[in-house]
Structure formats: C-alpha cells, structure tokens
C-alpha cells in the first residue's frame, strides 16, 4: 500500500467524518418527500414500514470473535511494531528537551497510559456502536502517525519548542511517518481494523438478555 494510497484513505475518513456530523446536525430538520414520478415507478406504498436498518445490519459477535482470534498473531505483531515506533520517536524527542519540557511530556504521557489503563479495566459489555467505534478507531489513528505538520504545531505550542527544536522535531516525526507507512504496506486491512478491539474481547461476548 503506497503514500499516495494512504492520503486518499485518510481524505475519505475525513470526509465521512464531516459528512455524519452534518447528517447529525441536519437530522432535526425536515426532509422533502420523494418525487411522485419515483413512488409511482418503484412502488412505494405510503403506509409501508421503513426497514430497521439496525436490526438489518445486527452484529455477529461471534463471527468477529472468531476473526480476532484467527488474526491475533498478527494483530500482536502489528501493535508491537507501531509500540516500537512510537517508543523510538519518544526516545529521541524526550531528548531534545530540557527539564521544563520533558516533565510536561512526561505528565501528558502519564495522563495517557491513565486513560488507557482505565478502558482495559473496564468490564461491561460493548454496545454494537462501541464495537464499530473500535474498529474503525485505527484508521482516524493512522492521520495522527503520517501527518507531520499539525502534529509539528500542536507540539511546538503544547511543549513551546524553540526554532531548532522544532526542526529536530520535523525531522522525527518524517521518519516515524515513513516507518509507519512501510508498517502499513505490509499489514493486512484487518489486522490493523482490529488491533483497537483485540485487547477487549471479554467485552465482545453477546449481551445476557
């Protein structure tokens, strides 16, 4: 899977992103009816009970349970790899800053492993939105690992990084970028969908009813 393949992903998943917002934010208003000549030519009966899209698209936990379990070699390849990466990274940029700015990162760093910790320890069961969140989770995560520049600025004003540092920064965040994306070119699409939702099969089981 080339770059070039990987700017169109991330335009799609962008571009779904601000669609759903706007259908959320437009879904409260109130919606044309179809014209008469395509009722007419489908058949449309005006009393006919619109198809619970939901209950259409039901998930099969047990299928997908399967599918982690099938790939979970390589799924545990995969995050040890990107856990390298993202190790790498921290090592040398944790060394380009001085005390002030490194125990700021630290923090921020504590502040994530928290978060993280506190999701694994959770115990109820998902919903099927959960799931879908989670599956779809590591392809927004991939915009975070190949994009340099926003993250060059969010850094710079989070950690006030000076000129120099800054083009240390660059320069770290590229090669992370190209370790990424050659990460990418030899992974599988599922195994990277479902390498968010691996670590919480207990919360996969269907629900007791």
Same mark, same amino acid.
């Given at each position: 899977?080339? !770059?070039? +393949?990987?700017?169109?992903?991330?335009?799609?998943?962008?571009f779904l992103a601000g669609y759903g917002a706007r259908g959320f934010t437009d879904r409260g208003g109130p919606v044309p009816p179809? @014209?008469?000549?395509?009722t007419q030519e489908y058949g449309v009966r005006p009393n006919a009970k619109p198809v619970d899209a939901k209950a259409a698209q039901?998930?099969?936990?047990?299928?997908?349970?399967? /599918?982690?379990?099938?790939?979970?070699? #390589?799924i545990v390849a995969y995050t040890a790899q990107v856990a390298e990466i993202d190790a790498e990274f921290e090592r040398e940029f944790?060394?380009?800053?001085? @005390? /002030?700015? =490194?125990?700021?990162? %630290?923090? %921020?760093?504590?502040?994530?492993? /928290?978060?993280?910790?506190?999701?694994?320890?959770?115990?109820?069961?998902?919903?099927?939105?959960?799931?879908?969140? /989670?599956?779809?989770? @590591?392809?927004?995560?991939? *915009?975070?690992? +190949?994009?340099?520049? @926003? =993250?060059?600025?969010?850094?710079?004003?989070? *950690?006030?990084?000076?000129?120099? !540092?800054?083009?240390?920064?660059?320069?770290?965040?590229?090669? =992370?970028? %190209? #370790?990424?994306? &050659?990460?990418?070119?030899?992974?599988?699409?599922?195994?990277?969908?479902?390498?968010?939702? &691996?670590?919480?099969? !207990?919360? +996969?089981?269907?629900?007791?009813?």
């Open positions: 899977m080339t !770059q070039r +393949v990987f700017v169109a992903l991330l335009t799609v998943v962008v179809p @014209p008469a000549t395509l039901k998930l099969d936990r047990a299928k997908l349970l399967a /599918e982690i379990e099938k790939l979970r070699p #390589q944790t060394a380009l800053l001085v @005390p /002030e700015q =490194r125990e700021r990162y %630290n923090a %921020n760093s504590k502040k994530r492993l /928290e978060l993280d910790a506190k999701r694994r320890a959770e115990t109820s069961i998902l919903s099927d939105e959960d799931i879908t969140r /989670e599956r779809d989770r @590591p392809l927004t995560d991939i *915009y975070r690992q +190949v994009t340099v520049t @926003p =993250r060059l600025e969010w850094m710079t004003k989070e *950690y006030k990084l000076d000129a120099a !540092q800054q083009t240390k920064t660059r320069a770290l965040l590229s090669l =992370r970028r %190209n #370790q990424f994306i &050659a990460l990418l070119d030899s992974t599988a699409h599922p195994t990277i969908r479902l390498s968010r939702l &691996a670590p919480l099969v !207990q919360r +996969v089981a269907t629900p007791a009813k």
